[in-house]
């Protein structure tokens, strides 16, 4: 019975929402006395919740920490959690200090405390009276992980490094950056502090795979599982020195913990703070000597096709042109490509377009530019050849590329017959103004215009009118709302069926090879086995959302609690698929068909 009422009080967490507060047991003391910080958090599960990150605080010592400790309250049917995380601090110095905002990484997002200020006062202890059960004791050495790549002596092998293609690039050359997280640890969740920012470059995203790719590494003696967390394509905008900042991650492992209680309930789990080095860029610029006539800075490999969509033509036809520049390197500074002078046809603006797609990690760009070209005059013509300069950085030198001459053979226009004893008809004389009108020669199809318009069969079917488009769109509404209801219950219907089909295709798939594969299909036939059963799309569903939905139709606290720890484990496991066996999958497919039963019952019921 504890038990389950320890799953019925997690799974009603699910509604609260995540609070973050630090405070002191003192906000005066004397330089010589301790103060207590305790970080204190609320949040629907802990699973995914990692200790405050404490190296931003320079004004105090940490002498010991943290110290956790977790209140649970059930109050007319409804729980409330907390977890407490308590420092002991010793001030560096008097005056009015400041403990930073802190930030805690919740379910992969980082939330802050408020700051806190202390008074410190010249002077020895005052006797604050021996340490209660939340004083931590006199425990020295630092408590902050390190905030660099290197791995600490005895600690969780968890290294972040950036890397860069090339250390040396010209204006406008692609720089491929990488950011890698090597690991010899479970990760359980992880992200950045702050958004990464380039100064001086443009950058590009490059997409990653939904679940990130796993390599095994070897870093001198030891083996690392690399997971790569960043990609983006860079392009300096000016020369000289350049530097790519350091990035922070906040890195949630798993832990051994000692303390066998907080292994039962909790997941032990431990926040690192890791960061990249800064890499220096040397940018060279241009070359001046070189650089031909018509170059608008476009730098990379690239191709030039010029075509017209006829060639031959008659006087005032249009006649289309498009001019397209395709290949290696980024067309966002090139400017429209303009034709030569053309003294027999009459030129329009282009329309310009433009698409960018990454081929591996290689920036590939295209830029259209559709001409409409009309001939004013007959005989044989020709669009002159189209050139483009742009930049090799491969070989270091400036490239022009040219077009061939396009033929156009231009006829004369239709001529409109004309001229003296030429009779117009009156089809011909089109009316200038609404006040002038033929003379009618002949009397008819004439009409009383003396009775009023109320009284006609129009004016009677404008008023009957709405009623009728009432009616219709009473009709189809119900129509439409009884065909959803029968597509709904269909969907409903077939929900467990659809589960049990994707069980057994993840049957098919355990095996160590196909771990990620097997994890990503028993987790889809629980997303969507709710999507199915609740007429909802399965792309938005998220633990919140599916506790609200399984709450709606009272499903057991404990069959809430199994589905969510099930759908816990294959992200898990989605994430370090090497840490999961042959067993471990078959208790997860037995544990999923299990818990889906269980779901049909009490939903059923």
């Not at 105090?60 to 409804?78: A, D, K, M, T, V």
């Not at 002078?341 to 920036?363: C, H, I, N, T």
């Not at 669009?383 to 077009?403: H, K, M, N, W």
């Not at 840490?579 to 019952?601: D, I, K, N, P």
């Amino acid at each position: 019975m504890a038990l389950l009422g320890w799953a019925a009080a997690a799974d009603s967490l699910v509604a609260q929402e995540v609070f973050v507060r630090a405070q002191v047991d003192r906000s005066r003391i004397a330089q010589e006395d301790e103060v207590i910080l305790s970080v204190e958090i609320a949040a629907p599960s802990f699973d995914q919740a990692a200790p405050p990150d404490v190296s931003p605080i320079q004004d105090f010592e940490i002498l010991g920490g943290p110290s956790l400790s977790s209140r649970f309250q059930w109050i007319n049917g409804r729980t409330s959690s907390t977890r407490t995380y308590s420092y002991a601090l010793r001030p560096r110095k008097i005056g009015t200090l400041t403990i930073p905002a802190l930030g805690l990484l919740i379910q992969g997002r980082t939330y802050h405390t408020e700051a806190v200020r202390v008074e410190v006062m010249a002077g020895g202890p005052q006797g604050s009276g021996p340490a209660g059960p939340g004083r931590l004791g006199p425990q020295r050495g630092p408590a902050r992980p390190p905030s660099g790549g290197a791995r600490p002596a005895g600690g969780p092998g968890v290294q972040l490094r950036a890397e860069v293609d090339t250390r040396t690039a010209y204006v406008g050359q692609q720089i491929t950056l990488r950011v890698l997280l090597d690991t010899q640890t479970e990760v359980l969740n992880l992200g950045l502090k702050e958004a990464p920012t380039f100064p001086g470059f443009w950058a590009e995203e490059i997409k990653l795979p939904e679940n990130l790719d796993l390599k095994r590494v070897q870093r001198g003696n030891e083996v690392y599982s690399e997971y790569t967390l960043l990609k983006r394509a860079l392009f300096p905008t000016s020369s000289g020195t350049l530097t790519i900042p350091a990035m922070t991650y906040q890195v949630q492992v798993r832990r051994r913990s000692p303390d066998p209680i907080e292994s039962f309930f909790f997941t032990p789990t431990e926040t690192l703070t890791r960061q990249t080095e800064p890499l220096v860029i040397t940018v060279q610029p241009l070359p001046e000597a070189s650089r031909p006539a018509g170059f608008s800075g476009a730098v990379g490999q690239f191709n030039l096709s010029v075509g017209a969509d006829r060639r031959e033509a008659r006087v005032n036809d249009a006649v289309g042109v498009k001019v397209k520049i395709a290949g290696e390197g980024n067309l966002n500074a090139v400017n429209a490509l303009a034709l030569p002078e053309l003294g027999d046809f009459k030129r329009y603006a282009p329309k310009v377009s433009s698409s960018v797609a990454f081929q591996g990690d290689r920036l590939r760009s295209e830029r259209v530019w559709d001409y409409v070209l009309i001939p004013l005059a007959p005989g044989d013509q020709a669009i002159p050849p189209v050139t483009f300069a742009y930049f090799d950085p491969r070989a270091g030198e400036y490239r022009r590329l040219s077009s061939p001459a396009i033929p156009i053979r231009v006829a004369r226009g239709e001529e409109t017959p004309g001229g003296p004893g030429i009779v117009v008809s009156q089809s011909d004389v089109r009316p200038l103004r609404q006040d002038i009108r033929y003379i009618k020669q002949a009397p008819g199809n004439l009409r009383d215009r003396s009775s009023f318009f109320y009284r006609s069969p129009g004016f009677a079917a404008l008023v009957l009118l709405p009623i009728a488009a009432d009616l219709g769109i009473f009709a189809y509404v119900r129509r439409r709302d009884r065909r959803h209801a029968n597509a709904r219950q269909r969907r409903e219907r077939r929900a467990r069926s659809q589960a049990r089909r994707r069980l057994r295709d993840a049957r098919r798939r355990m095996s160590p090879a196909g771990a990620r594969a097997f994890y990503a299909e028993v987790a889809q036939a629980l997303t969507e086995y709710v999507a199915d059963k609740f007429d909802v799309s399965a792309a938005g569903l998220t633990h919140e959302r599916i506790e609200e939905l399984l709450l709606a139709r009272h499903a057991p606290p404990q069959v809430r609690a199994a589905f969510h720890r099930c759908l816990e484990a294959c992200d898990y496991a989605l994430f370090a698929p090497a840490s999961s066996g042959e067993g471990e999958m078959q208790r997860t497919l037995v544990r999923a068909e299990e818990t889906l039963a269980a779901l049909e019952r009490s939903i059923a019921a």
